[in-house]
């Protein structure tokens, strides 16, 4: 892996190796890592260079498309990146996809560069669907980073929000810092900051004050696994904005690809969460925050209960309560 | 204000002069600032060398003591004490308390004196109020630090936590970091590690997932200023974290001296709630953590209404719903 500096896009295929951009060093710095096989792909996801689900499956795709053009056993890179990051269904479902297309005997390049192309249009419909449910003038709270960033480009929640933009509303976001990792300061304020988006940053802990206070008109963010019954996994502290937006009675939308639906999931309780590593809390850009030998817990995500979540918007439609029946009836189409 | 080297209270009266625990400085270094006159100390509470409500009572205290020593304007000196943080209401209190023994021709070095000793003892008393409420195996949250560091000693949401530990029962601390100045990652984790009792550090954005996974028997926090209705103010994040402890039917406690209560205050709105500057937020220790020219919100504190409060465990008693009438009761007394 070697680093190049330049501009925006989070992944960038140059038809011979991978280039991601750096997002531990946004937004200080806009630099991108070049992967040239598909172990460089999985430590990249590891060290959360590249991150957020649907990201994280077209880098792992072109990690298996290297790793096929370089006559690498294509099953174990496949089975080194499906371990990469446990949360995200989209990663496996990418890997299932590549394999599938392997054992056809296709181009695994041009089916890398066709799920990424997929997954912006994913986007732009999923943006269309959920603009329609913004009103005009509107204030939106988002949890982590569920944009370009996190997806091909455009977006899954913020892709929504640029829908919206685009359609002429008027539409303010909140950004909560999201620790640990603060992808909501570093990398949600960065990218609406470039757009011209209105945006203001807050803790995750002043989320309840501004609830409070009749700030938010809604709440969207992104999710990392939809369970059949539409129990929701998505970034540590996703439940804790879903319970106070249930108690203030502000709409709690979820925005993701259908290729975050797992129908082999019944429930939230069968998501595995990933706990990562107690650093990322005690220390925040190599500063040490807490005191040496300190205890830490450090789940990466939460489920949010179907019960909590408006509406779930998808590129294929929005689904509603009663979920289980939504899913299913989406999942046959 | 010079600095010197030492162990772990976090005021002490030479006779002469106070030295205050740079409380900016921990977990990592435990250095005292000294302050000669009253500006040293109305600087060292903006500065937040010290803080939390009774802790900032008793050091605008020793201001006056020294003003009064000096031979400076003692009313001038209470002016600008006054006006160094609008949310507690405890150093009101104790500036007027000073005032008043000023007009009586008292000796203010020994009333400031009186006033630690008296916090000691009555962090004391609340801490022997509130252990009687904790069960005999207990793991309890505690948000911001309303510790030993936050009064003259003992403290008073971790003066209850010490009480009962003393009493013999077991207990677990659960200590949010609470941002954006890491109380709780810096001082609580650092005081209760201290004191050998078994702590746990998480991100704000965690409460939530560990109220889900029913990890928690119990909440207790300190306050800044509660209102006659028992509306409470305290560290922003407090209000979120009660929401969540109702949603999940844990019982939610503050701890605070009688002297926190304002009676004249006739609720939560009246409350003035300080807005602190953005750097707090977007710079963590000199690192910057969000894009340049960012908006920020940064409300320092939050109010929590009373219906979300099971109990106020006070030195004089432990006051329940309803609370407009238990605080007259109480104030009578």
């Given at each position: 892996?070697?680093?190049?500096?330049?501009?925006?896009?989070?992944?960038?295929?140059?038809?011979e190796?991978?280039?991601?951009?750096?997002?531990?060093?946004?937004?200080?710095?806009?630099?991108?890592?070049?992967?040239?096989?598909?172990?460089?792909?999985?430590?990249?996801?590891?060290?959360?260079?590249?991150?957020?689900?649907?990201?994280?499956?077209?880098?792992?795709?072109?990690g298996?498309a290297?790793?096929?053009?370089?006559?690498?056993?294509?099953?174990?890179?496949?089975?080194?990146?499906?371990?990469?990051?446990?949360?995200?269904?989209?990663?496996?479902?990418?890997?299932?996809?590549?394999?599938?297309?392997?054992?056809?005997?296709?181009?695994?390049?041009?089916?890398?560069?066709?799920?990424?192309?997929?997954?912006?249009?994913?986007?732009?419909?999923?943006?269309?669907?959920g603009?329609?449910?913004?009103g005009?003038?509107?204030?939106?709270?988002?949890?982590?980073?569920?944009?370009?960033?996190?997806?091909?480009?455009?977006?899954?929640a913020?892709?929504?929000?640029?829908?919206?933009?685009?359609?002429?509303?008027?539409?303010?976001?909140?950004?909560?810092?999201?620790?640990?990792?603060?992808?909501g300061?570093?990398?949600?304020?960065?990218?609406?900051?470039?757009?011209?988006?209105?945006?203001?940053?807050?803790?995750?802990?002043?989320?309840?004050?501004?609830?409070?206070?009749?700030?938010?008109?809604?709440?969207?963010?992104?999710?990392?696994?939809?369970?059949?019954?539409?129990?929701?996994?998505?970034?540590?502290?996703?439940?804790?904005?879903?319970?106070?937006?249930?108690?203030?009675?502000?709409?709690?939308?979820?925005?993701?690809?259908?290729?975050?639906?797992?129908?082999?999931?019944?429930?939230?309780?069968?998501?595995?969460?990933?706990?990562?590593?107690a650093?990322?809390?005690?220390?925040?850009?190599?500063?040490?925050?807490?005191?040496?030998?300190?205890?830490?817990?450090?789940?990466?995500?939460?489920?949010?209960?179907?019960?909590?979540?408006?509406?779930?918007?998808?590129?294929?439609?929005v689904?509603?309560?009663?979920?289980?029946?939504?899913?299913?009836k989406?999942?046959?189409?």
């Amino acid at each position: 892996m070697t680093a190049l500096t330049t501009a925006v896009q989070p992944i960038r295929w140059t038809g011979e190796s991978l280039q991601l951009l750096d997002q531990r060093k946004l937004p200080t710095e806009v630099t991108y890592v070049e992967c040239r096989d598909a172990a460089d792909v999985s430590r990249a996801i590891r060290d959360m260079i590249v991150r957020g689900a649907p990201a994280i499956g077209v880098s792992a795709a072109f990690g298996l498309a290297m790793a096929w053009r370089r006559g690498d056993d294509v099953r174990r890179a496949a089975a080194d990146l499906r371990s990469a990051r446990p949360t995200a269904v989209n990663l496996g479902w990418a890997i299932d996809r590549m394999l599938a297309a392997a054992e056809r005997g296709e181009d695994l390049a041009r089916e890398a560069q066709r799920m990424f192309d997929e997954d912006i249009e994913s986007n732009r419909r999923i943006g269309r669907n959920g603009a329609a449910l913004i009103g005009n003038r509107a204030t939106l709270l988002t949890h982590c980073n569920a944009g370009a960033l996190a997806t091909a480009g455009y977006g899954t929640a913020l892709g929504v929000i640029r829908a919206a933009v685009e359609a002429g509303k008027s539409i303010a976001v909140f950004a909560d810092e999201t620790r640990p990792y603060l992808q909501g300061a570093r990398l949600t304020a960065w990218e609406l900051q470039q757009d011209g988006i209105d945006v203001t940053l807050i803790t995750d802990s002043m989320a309840g004050h501004f609830f409070q206070q009749g700030q938010f008109d809604g709440v969207i963010v992104g999710a990392d696994r939809i369970a059949a019954n539409g129990d929701t996994a998505n970034k540590i502290g996703t439940y804790t904005i879903a319970v106070l937006a249930s108690a203030h009675g502000v709409p709690f939308y979820v925005a993701a690809p259908w290729s975050t639906v797992d129908i082999h999931c019944a429930s939230g309780a069968a998501i595995p969460i990933e706990e990562r590593s107690a650093k990322e809390v005690v220390e925040i850009s190599g500063t040490r925050v807490a005191p040496e030998g300190i205890s830490v817990r450090h789940p990466a995500f939460d489920v949010t209960p179907a019960r909590l979540i408006t509406a779930i918007i998808t590129d294929r439609g929005v689904l509603r309560a009663p979920y289980d029946e939504s899913i299913r009836k989406m999942s046959d189409e």
